[in-house]
Every structure is written in C-alpha cells, then in structure tokens.
C-alpha cells in the first residue's frame, strides 16, 4: 500500500476548489456532466441519497439530540476539578478572589462557545476545532490544535481511570487501584462502541447525577448559611474573618494578584470540556436547532452551577479550613463534604464520594467520546492516517475508539513512583491543550468571518449570529494566549527547572507540531476566498451539502 493512501495529502479538503469526485463511504461527490456540483449524494450505481442513507454505508451518524449534547459537556466538565480543586481555589485566593477568577473566565469561556456557535450551525463537523483552523487559517494550525487536542483527552482518559480507583481507596484503602483501572478500563471502551444514541443516553444520566448533586448542596449551603447547621448563621462571616483575599506565595497586594491569577488558570483548566458541545455536532440531530441551543443550555448551565456553588461554598467554608489542604484524590478533600463535616451532618461524605466516583466514570465516558471524534476531524482533513474515518454499521469510527481508549493504559503509570512522574508530565499537556483549542477557536471565527465576507455571505445567512462580533473573538484570543502563557508562572516565583518544564511542555510540543508540519508541507495561509465553506455545511432542507466529504 502507498503512504500516500494511509497518511492522504495535508491539503486535501482545505480550500475550497472543486477536485472533482470525492469518495467516502461507499458514496461518490462531484461533478455532473454539465462540470456543476449536482447538488445530492451518489452511490456507487449514481442513485441519489440522504443524510440517513449516507450513514447506513459507513459514515457518522446524526443519532445526538440536543440534550445528549449538553449533558456530554457537562459529563467532559464537571469532574475532580469541580469537586476537589474549588477547595484549593478557596486557600489560593480567597471567597472573593476566587469567585471574580470563576466568573472572569466564565467570560472568556462564553466567548468561545459564541464564536464556535456560529462555526459549528454552519459547517457541524465532528472534532469541529481542528477541521476549522485547516479549513479557514492554517493547515499547520490544525494539525498541531487537533493532535495536541486529542492527546489531552486520551491522556485524561488515564487520570479518570486512576481517579476513580482512588476514590473507591475512600471505602476500603487496601483496595487495588490497578484492579480497578482495568475493570473500568474495558467498561468505558465497549460503552463506546455502542451506538451513539445509547452512549448519549447513558451520559445523560451519568451526568444528571452530578447535577442533582449539586442542586441539592446548592440548597443544602444555604440552609447552612442561614444557620441550620452546628456553627449558627453564617452569612458574610467568612469574607470578614479570614478574609475575602488571600496572599498567595508572596506577601501584599502582589500577592492577593499572585493568587487571584493562579485560580484565573486552575478554574480555566476546571471548565474545559464545554466546548465538547462542537465536537458532538457532527452527530447532532438538525443541527441548526440543537447546536445553538445545546452550546447555550451548556454555557449557562456549568457557569451557573459553578458559579452559584462556588458562592455558597465561600459562605460556609472558611478559606483557612486546615483541610482543604488535604491532598487526598477522595471525597475528604471536597469542600462539599468538609461544609457538611463543619454543620455537623455525618452521612454526606459517603453520599459526595458516590457522587464523585460518578463524576470522574462520567468524564471517563466523554473522554473516549471525545478524543475519538477529533481523531476523525483530522482524518478528514487528511492530517491524520485515513484508516481512523473507518466506522461500522452503526456509524461508530471503531479505529479511532481503539487507539484513543489505548491510552487509558497510561493509568498504570501511576501505579510506580517514577512512572507517576512521567505521568504527571502527560497530564500537564492536557490542561493547556484546552487554552490552545480555545484561542484556535476565536481565531478560527475571525477568519471565518473574512472568508464569509470574500466570498460574499452574509453572516445574516447563519443559522446562528452571536453579538458584538469581532470584538468578542479579539476577546477570547488575546486571554487564551495570555493564560497559556502565563500559566506556569509560579516556577518563575519559586524557581524550579522541573516545574518550568512540566507547565510548559504542551506548548514546545505544539510548536513542535506546527513547525515540523509547516517545514514539511510548506502551505500557505488559507486564502480567505477560496477557503471552503461548503463541504459539511447543513443545509435547510436538512441534508448536508453535496460538497459534504463527510460528517
């Protein structure tokens, strides 16, 4: 077999030239006899088909509705980081320091999920973050946003399998959490291989979980508060005493910045997993209504329950709390449990200990989901080996489940000291890989937004417009960069080389990416009027684009 059939031309599929027939799937794209695209699908005997038709020969299917969307965001975000990390959050800057942090990037978040609105009702394409920078900026800028995307999710794969043998270790310490990484390991992979729909389904329920939790503390910190527990009422009294900032490794006012900064970072990497919303649109049912809607009910959603217990969290927990600085992966480092230890209430650390073992088995589901869809996305645009678009009957890219749920393995690292080590080092570049995805996204709209106005489409004409367009890209761009690269900051504070290296790993490896396929391609910038803005579009009648090389 020629490489050239395994690993297709970087370029294919990026502008958008007409190159004659297309083949996917069974189903052939191109032009009529008159040299004019015919407007429909064909098979291999020429005979015209549908969405639905073109799913049965092999190719994603649309079997997601909207609220499948929204609670696979929801499934990819709210995990450890909520549970756990709003604790250490608390101690680094204080009640109101942290909550400003949370809401400050529940802007730029919402900048995002904007920018990807419009993208994603346009052109639903699974793994949209990769497939966008190709198409409308930079081959180059795809490939490393997409790989770099995709090894984060994998690898995140492998910390929610060892998070979840850490927190059954709650219940019985002697348990072995090697035991427990391969058992959820083959669970999590063959869920994945069920039909979409079904996978929808039983995220929606792993996650209505985790949101009944939270609504039911919502209500629970505030009867607290209001002076149901052991401490009386409590109000304000924690913002008075200790404090609402607090001084984070150095002393002063720098040092209350210093600590609002570092949860500016830790709560962006807490909410990454919103924009999952884009990567599930190329298997949305009507995109055009379920997308816009999903990526608001998501944004409002996850904003709304962080932000409301994050609030209440401040108001019953006092930031100098001795045991939120417990560095346990289980239930006793939660500030929901210790809120309830403090009032008194014995039974609800067993309660938040089931909650989040279903939490981080949630975030497991969504992040096979995920890192398989953006393995496809890079397929498609021939940035990765073309094996990984190969679905089965139900429409499930079999190839790249496998080589995505593979990485769960790396779980096992943890079980050793020195591979611990290595490990840690792979999760870094998962955090980041978030900010780079995010930033890609607002810089893929502005130039979106060029290639609209060269070719001469009105944004009018999107099934979606998002308001005070650009200024809200230029937004989300500039704080994405800045946080990218500001987020190791602290190594500089207290200089370590180890520390420098772990933070900042993931962006020499995607400058890494983007050279090394810069160097070997040579490709130019996209030209805005020739950038393609057909294949995938999802036209009113319902049926995708006879550009369309597949979802």
Not at 23 to 42: L, R, V
Not at 210 to 236: P, Q, R, S
């Amino acid at each position: 077999m020629k490489a050239a059939e395994i690993w297709p031309d970087s370029s294919a599929g990026s502008s958008g030239e007409d190159v004659g027939v297309f083949t996917t799937g069974g189903m052939s794209i191109g032009k009529n006899e008159g040299g004019k695209k015919d407007g429909s699908f064909k098979d291999a005997d020429g005979a015209k088909g549908s969405d639905a038709d073109s799913a049965k020969q092999g190719e994603l299917q649309r079997q997601l509705s909207g609220r499948h969307l929204n609670f696979i965001a929801i499934g990819g975000t709210i995990g450890t980081g909520f549970f756990l990390g709003t604790g250490t959050a608390l101690v680094k800057a204080g009640p109101a320091g942290c909550l400003i942090s949370y809401i400050f990037i529940g802007t730029v978040l919402w900048s995002v999920m904007v920018c990807l609105g419009e993208m994603a009702t346009y052109i639903p394409t699974a793994g949209a973050f990769s497939s966008y920078a190709t198409r409308f900026v930079d081959a180059s800028l795809g490939f490393a946003v997409g790989w770099l995307y995709w090894f984060g999710w994998a690898t995140t794969y492998a910390l929610s399998l060892v998070a979840a043998g850490l927190i059954i270790q709650y219940w019985n310490a002697d348990f072995n959490v090697g035991i427990i990484i391969a058992i959820f390991w083959v669970v999590f992979t063959l869920v994945n291989y069920l039909p979409v729909r079904i996978y929808g389904e039983l995220e929606m329920w792993l996650s209505s979980l985790k949101v009944i939790t939270i609504v039911g503390f919502i209500i629970f910190a505030i009867c607290i508060a209001a002076g149901a527990g052991d401490e009386g009422t409590l109000g304000f009294t924690y913002w008075r005493d200790p404090g609402a900032f607090n001084e984070y490794l150095v002393e002063g006012s720098v040092g209350k910045f210093v600590g609002f900064w570092a949860v500016i970072i830790q709560a962006s990497v807490a909410v990454q997993g919103s924009e999952l919303v884009g990567v599930g649109a190329g298997e949305a049912r009507d995109p055009r209504k379920t997308v816009p809607s999903a990526i608001r009910v998501t944004f409002w959603g996850i904003m709304g329950m962080f932000v409301a217990t994050l609030f209440l969290i401040t108001m019953v927990v006092p930031s100098n709390d001795p045991n939120l600085l417990n560095d346990s992966s289980n239930a006793s480092a939660s500030p929901l449990v210790i809120a309830a230890t403090r009032a008194g209430v014995k039974i609800l650390p067993d309660i938040i200990n089931a909650v989040l073992l279903t939490a981080v088995l949630s975030a497991a589901n969504s992040n096979v989901y995920s890192g398989s869809r953006v393995l496809v996305a890079l397929a498609e645009e021939g940035q990765a080996p073309a094996w990984f678009k190969k679905t089965n009957r139900h429409g499930i890219p079999t190839v790249a489940v496998a080589v995505t749920a593979a990485f769960g393995l790396l779980g096992f690292l943890n079980l050793s000291t020195d591979g611990g080590k290595v490990f840690n080092w792979l999760l870094n570049i998962s955090g980041v890989a978030g900010l780079t995805t995010w930033a890609s996204t607002c810089l893929s709209h502005l130039y979106f937004m060029r290639a609209l106005k060269a070719q001469g489409i009105s944004r009018e004409e999107l099934p979606y417009v998002s308001r005070f367009q650009p200024y809200t890209a230029y937004y989300g761009l500039f704080f994405n960069v800045l946080i990218a690269l500001t987020q190791g900051f602290t190594a500089f504070i207290n200089w370590n080389v180890s520390d420098f290296f772990a933070a900042y790993i993931s962006l020499i490896l995607f400058a890494v990416l983007w050279a090394g396929h810069k160097l070997w391609y040579r490709q130019p910038r996209v030209d805005p009027a020739k950038a393609d803005l057909v294949r995938g579009r999802y036209d009113s009648s319902e049926e995708r684009s006879a550009a369309d090389g597949g979802v």
